[in-house]
Every structure is written in structure tokens, then in C-alpha cells.
């Protein structure tokens, strides 16, 4: 079975850090894929985060977060993270991370083929 699975998200306050994680299972093979992260927050759209290429090399950052989060992968471990410092309550959201349809980071959601379930992150005033 394919599977996505992200950890790590939780309630901290404002100026904390988190660390999440996303794992691969199964036969989702993301060592030689793009993968992005993406967060929800209630009444708003889905909002690009951040991406990596397959091979680490190229990462790209949404506005919002950019100088504050940090994506980086282990291929051989198959898992993707992400390092988010300086956190803020407009960072309260579901965080998902999505295996990209190429190795090429893009911002559109729809370049990406499997997604995780989501991890809540939420951060107080």
C-alpha cells in the first residue's frame, strides 16, 4: 500500500521551533521524486511551503516562510523534512507533505501524485 506518513507536528508558542517529518512507505518511492511540503489552515486555501528536488540540490520556499524553514531529505531513508524556527500563530495550520509527479520542485499542487494525511501544527500568542 502507498503511504505518506507525516510526525513532529504539536501546540507550541510563538518564537519556538518544530521539526516534521515525512516518511514513505511502501511502494511510494521518493528518493528519485520531488517532494514538497504544504500546509491548510481552516478557511483558507492550500498553501505551498516548501520543496526539494530528488536530489536535495534545489529547494524552494513559499514567502511566508522563507529565512525561518528549512527542507532537506535523506534518500536513503526515504524521508523528507522540515525544519521550522521563528514559528508565528499565522504558522497554525495541517501540514502535508506530497510526492511531486517529477524531480523537478514546483509550487502547484497539482505536480504532485501522493500525499501524506497531515500533521497539525499549531502555534500560540
Known amino acids: 500500500q502507498v503511504q505518506l506518513v507525516e510526525s513532529g507536528g504539536g501546540l507550541v508558542q510563538a518564537g519556538d521551533s518544530l521539526r516534521l517529518s515525512c516518511a514513505a512507505s511502501g511502494r511510494t518511492f521518493i528518493s528519485n521524486r520531488a517532494t514538497g511540503w504544504f500546509r491548510q489552515a481552516p478557511g483558507k486555501e492550500r498553501e505551498f511551503v516548501a520543496g526539494?528536488?530528488?536530489?536535495?540540490?534545489?529547494?524552494y520556499y513559499g514567502s511566508s516562510v522563507k529565512g525561518r524553514f528549512t527542507i532537506s531529505r535523506d534518500n536513503a531513508k526515504n524521508t523528507v523534512s522540515l525544519q521550522m524556527n521563528s514559528l508565528k500563530p499565522e504558522d497554525t495550520a495541517v501540514y502535508y507533505c506530497?510526492?511531486?509527479?517529477?524531480?523537478?520542485?514546483?509550487?502547484?499542487?497539482?505536480?504532485?501524485?501522493?500525499w501524506g494525511q497531515g500533521t497539525q501544527v499549531t502555534v500560540s500568542s
Open positions: 506530497a510526492r511531486g509527479r517529477t524531480g523537478r520542485v514546483t509550487e502547484s499542487g497539482y505536480e504532485y501524485d501522493y
Open positions: 526539494i528536488s530528488w536530489s536535495g540540490g534545489i529547494t
